[in-house]
């Protein structure tokens, strides 16, 4: 989506309600953490995700880090053993990302995991950000602020340069204190490991060499358990069918076509189809433009041979 033009405001109260009354109505905003700014937005809503990774034209659904504003909120969407539940005492707020088990009602989209069972939690310590997941009363997803691809951003003007008519409002609280993402440690039952570096060192955590589990790591995402075939008119013999556009098939990415309602449904629709009794799942052509490129580049990894 263009807009005409990209609102900057400076931080305060009226900047923070106009976020806020964005984030309600389902937008994404670029708002600075004391990392980099981040690109947020309501991460129980799944079409509110679909347009951060269509503003930052994201090649790929990775996971993303879900903002909010104590270790109670985060408690209430992930799992906290003794150690996680350490680490967050001693960091939060501030830049440490802590990834554990997703609660199964936590009511976060699944664009946000990627499909995993893990979800990645943040306490952020900037007034600014701080100051909207307490106005807009949502956890908030917020990856980088900027172009995929392009350098993150710690200053407003930064978000400008790439996401300049892709978002509505900027909210410019001068420059970020670390200018660096945050440190991304996940806590299991085989210890801690970490996934991305950053500003806070994690002793004991060893450098992880697994797949896909939070933002910044290249890897496989979530796949069915069972064959996936792409470009399907019409379901074969014992397939589930994924439609899109004039293909309705069992279910729909987007009857009308929609690439951020398809982007939006496309994890659930998938765990939809791996559950059904078919032994196979098919899925429609969906259009390699704009979010397109995203979805086909997970339907692609979704049916790779393993």
């Keep these: ?173 001068g420059p970020t204190g670390h200018g660096l993402e945050s440190t991304i440690v996940a806590v299991g039952p085989n210890g801690l490991r970490l996934l991305r570096h950053g500003p806070i060192e994690v002793p004991g955590a060893r450098l992880s060499a697994g797949g896909i589990e939070a933002p910044g790591m290249m890897a496989s995402h979530y796949a069915p358990a069972k064959p996936v075939r792409l470009h399907a008119a019409e379901a074969g013999a014992d397939e589930y069918l994924i439609g899109f556009g004039p293909v309705a098939g069992d279910v729909s990415l987007s009857p009308a076509g929609d690439l951020v309602e398809a982007a939006a449904r496309l994890f659930d629709l998938l765990h939809a189809a791996d559950e059904a009794p078919h032994s196979r799942i098919a899925v429609a052509s969906v259009p390699p433009q704009g979010l397109g490129l995203a979805i086909n580049d997970r339907l692609r990894r979704a049916a790779a041979p393993r």
Aim: net charge neutral; glycine share 6%.
């Design 1 to 173: 989506m263009a807009f005409k033009r990209t609102d900057v405001r400076p931080f305060g109260p009226e900047a923070i309600a106009a976020a806020a009354a964005l984030i309600r109505a389902g937008e994404p905003v670029a708002v600075p953490t004391e990392t980099v700014y981040g690109l947020a937005a309501d991460a129980s809503n799944a079409e509110a995700v679909a347009r951060i990774y269509a503003a930052k034209g994201r090649p790929s659904f990775n996971p993303l880090i879900v903002h909010v504003p104590d270790l109670a909120a985060a408690e209430r969407l992930g799992h906290f053993d003794s150690e996680a539940r350490s680490l967050a005492e001693t960091h939060w707020p501030g830049p440490l990302t802590l990834v554990v088990p997703l609660r199964p009602d936590a009511g976060i989209a699944a664009l946000v995991t990627a499909g995993l069972p893990t979800l990645a939690l943040r306490v952020p310590a900037h007034r600014a950000m701080r100051a909207l997941l307490a106005e807009s009363g949502r956890p908030l997803a917020a990856p980088s602020a900027n172009a995929s691809g392009r350098i993150s951003p710690s200053r407003a003007e930064h978000v400008l340069r790439s996401l300049d008519r892709r978002v509505e409002l900027v909210i410019d609280d």
